[in-house]
Structures are given as C-alpha cells and as structure tokens.
C-alpha cells in the first residue's frame, strides 16, 4: 500500500524508534522519547479527548475500490486453476459454501497473489453498487459513502486540505491530471471546485510515486498510526513484561504476519519465501523463486 522507503522507515520509526530495532531487543527503551525509543512501552497520551478513530480517518478509510470484482482461485501446491468467481461468491451466506469446498490454504493463496483493485475513480466494485442486504433492500455503497460522509460533518475536499495545510484544487484541472475526470467532476459539481466531496477528490488525484492512496489520505493516516498507539494503554504503559510476560514480549518481538501463516499452514512455505512483509505479492507456486 505504501511501497516507499522513507514511509517503511517512519512506520517502523513508530514502534522502535530511531533507535531501531535491534537496540530494543539488546537494551529495552534507552529514552523516555518515542522519537528515540518509540511510542510502545512510552507513557499514554489521549490529547484532552477520548480515545476513537475520528471521523476524518473513517472518510479517508473508504478504500472499496481496492476490492476485487473477479476473483481466481488458485491451488497453493501447483497455481491450477480451482475456479473463477465473483465478490458477490465470496460474500455473505455465499462464502460459506466456498469455505466448505476450498481449503483455507488455497484461499489464503489466492488472496496473496492476487492484485488489489486501484483506489481511483471509476474502479467501486459492481457488487458494492448494488449490494443486497439482509433484509432484501439494494444499497448503492458508493453512494452511501458520499452520504456518510456529508452527515457525519466531514468537509469537503478543498477545505479538508486547507486544515492540513494543503494547498487546494484551484481548479478541475489542477484537481486530477486526467482530463476527461477533470470535465466530469466539473459537469457533476456545476463548475464549483469548492464543493467536490473529500471522496471524489482523493480518488481523483494524483497518486505520489509508490503510493497506493492520495497525499491528501496519507496526511491523516500519519496522525492516526500514530495517535491509536499513543492512545492504548495496553501499547503504552502496559506494554510490560508484567502485563504480557517475559515469554508474551518475546512472541511480540519476534514473529511476523508471515510467522504467523506459516505456524497455522505451512504448506505456504514456498508461497512466503523470503518475505517479510506478507502484504506484499506472494511467489506463485512453480515458479523458482530468486
């Protein structure tokens, strides 16, 4: 989602510290400063308000178009083709019957080396758009995204990026560098940059090299990755060997997402080799791996 080097470092700034890694398993904190020793273990800080995700997080969160309307199942031994479906089969009571003939091993396969969808314009999932709820009513999610939006305050996305000190879209054209979105965005809000939903505006934009979601997104995201931990006692001044244990920590320290898979199914061995991120793409089995 965020391939850029200086973001990997700054994520894992945030846990470890400039410090690093490797001094915190040989000495522990060193600092009563996060920037040195990193916000788990430091003291908690709620910033005069109750612990939440804020509104603004929740908007910018909207990624639906990272959901895949296709989906090809694949098997983890030899890539073979299991079958092809759709979201609206892997949704609901309709999962159930693809978890009854699919092992999770192959289904945790194929969600690994799948490709999400890209978060910009025209790109919602069809099912989304006309999703059918429990009691039998559609519901249009792209719409209701807009709706949610509007009703719980969050700001249009002009003044939205004004408050983060941004520089606003001056106009359609500055907004998006596709043209033909430039002209619909304008046809769609009657020539008035000043009210384009945050929404349309972060899929319009243009995406910094090696981002997966706007600048405009990302800003918010760097406040709340950081301010869900300074939040949470239990990462804060719990995160002690006397709340999780001398053993607990350890687990913490030294196991992965890909640790983690490869405990419950090791059949994903060759799938996960040599990675240590699992949210990137798997190898695909039968092929030689580098």
């Not at 700034?13 to 398993?25: D, I, S, T």
């Not at 939205?160 to 359609?172: G, N, V």
């Not at 799938?271 to 039968?286: D, K």
Request: net charge negative; with cysteine; hydrophobic share 40%.
């Amino acid at each position: 989602m965020i391939s850029h080097p200086t973001t990997v470092t700054a994520l894992r700034a945030n846990w470890w510290g400039l410090a690093g890694e490797r001094v915190h398993k040989l000495f522990g904190r060193i600092s009563g400063s996060e920037v040195v020793s990193g916000i788990a273990g430091g003291g908690t800080d709620h910033y005069g308000v109750p612990y939440s995700l804020t509104e603004e997080f929740v908007a910018v969160y909207r990624m639906h178009p990272l959901i895949r309307d296709e989906w090809h199942l694949r098997s983890v031994s030899d890539d073979s083709t299991l079958r092809h479906c759709t979201l609206r089969d892997l949704a609901g009571p309709s999962a159930l019957k693809v978890l009854e003939s699919t092992s999770t091993a192959d289904l945790l396969y194929s969600f690994g080396t799948l490709h999400p969808g890209l978060v910009t314009l025209h790109n919602f999932p069809r099912f989304l758009q006309e999703f059918e709820r429990p009691d039998g009513h559609l519901q249009d999610l792209a719409a209701t995204d807009i709706l949610r939006t509007r009703e719980l305050g969050v700001l249009r996305y002009n003044e939205f990026r004004r408050l983060l000190r941004l520089k606003p879209a001056e106009t359609f054209a500055e907004l998006t560098d596709n043209p033909a979105w430039a002209e619909e965005i304008e046809r769609l809000y009657d020539g008035d940059i000043e009210k384009v939903d945050l929404t349309v505006g972060m899929y319009a934009e243009t995406l910094p090299a090696g981002f997966a979601f706007s600048d405009t997104a990302f800003r918010i995201f760097v406040l709340m990755a950081s301010r869900r931990l300074n939040s949470d006692r239990f990462f804060t001044e719990y995160y002690t060997p006397e709340v999780y244990s001398t053993a607990g920590m350890a687990w913490i320290d030294d196991n992965t997402m890909v640790t983690v898979l490869l405990r419950h199914h090791p059949e994903l061995r060759t799938a996960l080799a040599g990675l240590t991120n699992a949210f990137v793409p798997w190898h695909t089995a039968g092929r030689a791996v580098a």
